[in-house]
């Protein structure tokens, strides 16, 4: 057995999954962890980690590291993304992190997460030719343009669910001037991408916590048990225009409320999905299909092709 153990640390939250990988390509997820620990909250204008979400994230890995150490050694990749990425006290955040946990991090440039999320979705969605995959995470959004299965075009916006919410005052009573000028923001920084006009009337492939939050508040409102199971779920682009309206008519605790809608994303949820709504409109895309495989399933995809070299 080889096992590949792989940790996420997104703005929002931190991911773990253990994989056994097998001679003939495949692999079986051995257990999957995951705990919101927002490394990005407050970081602001400043861009400084602050030192209550570093306390909560180092808490989350050195149990993400115990889980590790029980499989033995194993082959294990460790990365992390826009907060830390952008985070001007990167390397003391880093180095804390290697002396407390014992882990020592890759921090991804944009193009290699958007990279990783398209060969996650090409590995796991076979029946897709063409479209845009979009991840919206805590601090950037990756957007990835695709004909014929071929990656075009690649880019990483520095603008998701958390930071918007804190620029734009979104999380609670939701304004709708702050929202019209979240989008103003977004759409000023979609409109530099003049390839989006290549993809008109194409779906949009979604991944990231905002988007999936979205997939399962979908299905619990058509009235399925399995709200979980979104990988492949499509959804029309009215339907999400219409949950979206009736997602931001309610203030926080109201969200807290709403089914298939974790409480800890009540407060970024309206920002979390302000990414999409703007580029659905930008391409005219008539439906948004999900994706529950990106980056580590990128991660996984490339080390079996090198197993395979």
């Known amino acids: 057995m080889a096992y590949l153990g792989i940790i996420d640390l997104g703005s929002n939250s931190a991911r773990m999954v253990i994989e056994d990988l097998h001679p003939d390509g495949s692999y079986t997820e051995i257990l999957r962890e995951k705990t919101d620990t927002r490394i990005a909250q407050n970081m602001g204008s400043s861009l400084m980690l602050q030192p209550e979400p570093i306390r909560r994230t180092i808490a989350v890995l050195k149990e993400f590291k115990a889980h590790l150490d029980q499989y033995g050694p194993l082959a294990t990749k460790a990365i992390t993304t826009a907060a ?10 880093l180095n804390l992190v290697q002396q407390e946990v014992g882990i020592e991090f890759e921090v991804l440039t944009g193009t290699q997460e958007a990279h990783y999320d398209y060969l996650g979705v090409m590995a796991t969605l076979s029946d897709i030719q063409n479209g845009v995959i979009l991840d919206t995470g805590g601090a950037s959004v990756e957007l990835i343009g695709f004909k014929n299965r071929q990656e075009q075009h690649e880019i990483s916006l520095p603008f998701g669910a958390v930071n918007l919410s804190e620029k734009y005052q979104l999380a609670d009573d939701v304004q709708q001037a702050n929202i019209e000028a979240a989008c103003a923001s977004i759409n000023q920084q ?7 006009d290549n993809f008109k009337n194409d779906s949009v492939i979604l991944l990231g916590g905002a988007n999936r939050s979205l997939a399962r508040v979908a299905r619990a409102f058509n009235g399925e048990r399995q709200i979980n199971n979104i990988h492949g779920f499509t959804m029309s682009r ?8 009736q997602i931001r008519q309610t203030n926080r605790a109201g969200r807290e409320k709403i089914a298939g809608l974790e409480k800890s994303r009540a407060d970024i949820i309206i920002s979390g999905l302000l990414p999409l ?5 930008a391409i005219d895309a008539p439906q948004v299909i999900f994706s529950e495989s990106g980056v580590r399933e990128g991660i996984i995809a490339e080390r079996v092709c090198k197993l395979d070299d």
Request: charged share 25%; net charge neutral.
């Open 84 to 93: 830390v990425r952008t985070a001007k006290n990167q390397a003391e955040f």
């Open 190 to 196: 979609y409109q530099e991408l003049k390839w989006l």
């Open 238 to 245: 009215t339907l999400v225009e219409q949950l979206f309206d």
């Open 277 to 281: 709504l703007n580029l659905m409109k």
